[in-house]
């Protein structure tokens, strides 16, 4: 009896960690292409999904970033008051003028106190004007997603769940950085 009690915990043994290996394995490739700014973001461990919380676009629509399932999105979290996300936000656009389009997508939500006013000022004021205006007014999608300062960027598969998120800011138009996401974005098409 203790034979078959073995065998069944060995075999579900091999199995979780066969699991294991297949998504480590996954995030493996991704952390050897880690360099430049991207040395700071942190690899998911865990498949975290995407919460279901209500944000609005421009035109006040209400959206979930499940509304942007289907490809691999960067989701940055930022604040017209802040300083870091004033410097990074010109080379998100870069980001996004490069690589969006089928397989990959850049959301801007601006968390907190950042009435859609300032955030028209803010993107004139950094010439900024490919990006979307979408709006979090009372944090309420950034503590789901466990932001605690700002800027903060997640990186999601196409099925949403979270590849890895960087806290502060970034060279998006870095060319490590681009290649990164490349990277990203052809791991998720093949996983």
């Given at each position: 009896m203790?034979?078959i009690?073995?065998a069944?915990l ?14 480590e394995?996954?995030f493996?490739?991704l952390n ?9 973001m942190t690899l ?13 676009a421009?035109?006040?629509?209400e959206?979930t ?5 289907g490809?691999v999105t960067?989701?940055?979290?930022w ?6 996300c ?7 656009e870069v ?6 389009g ?7 939500i ?7 006013e300032a955030?028209?000022d803010f993107?004139h ?5 490919e990006l979307p ?11 789901a ?5 700002l800027p903060l960027?997640?990186?999601f ?12 800011d970034?060279d ?11 990277k990203?974005i052809?791991i998720d098409?093949?996983?």
């Amino acid at each position: 009896m203790n034979k078959i009690r073995y065998a069944v915990l060995y075999t579900s043994f091999l199995l979780f960690a066969n699991a294991l290996s297949a998504n480590e394995a996954k995030f493996v490739d991704l952390n050897n292409n880690k360099f430049g700014d991207m040395k700071k973001m942190t690899l998911a461990t865990q498949p975290f999904n995407a919460p279901n919380t209500v944000f609005f676009a421009e035109d006040e629509t209400e959206l979930t970033l499940n509304d942007f399932k289907g490809r691999v999105t960067l989701v940055n979290f930022w604040a017209t008051w802040c300083a870091p996300c004033r410097k990074e936000m010109p080379s998100l656009e870069v980001l996004s003028n490069q690589l969006s389009g089928d397989n990959f997508q850049v959301l801007t939500i601006a968390t907190m106190r950042s009435s859609k006013e300032a955030i028209e000022d803010f993107f004139h004021g950094n010439n900024i004007s490919e990006l979307p205006k979408y709006r979090d007014p009372k944090g309420k999608l950034a503590r789901a997603s466990g932001v605690a300062a700002l800027p903060l960027t997640i990186l999601f598969d196409r099925t949403g769940h979270e590849i890895g998120r960087l806290i502060g800011d970034a060279d998006w138009s870095q060319f490590e950085t681009i290649e990164f996401i490349k990277k990203a974005i052809e791991i998720d098409k093949f996983n």
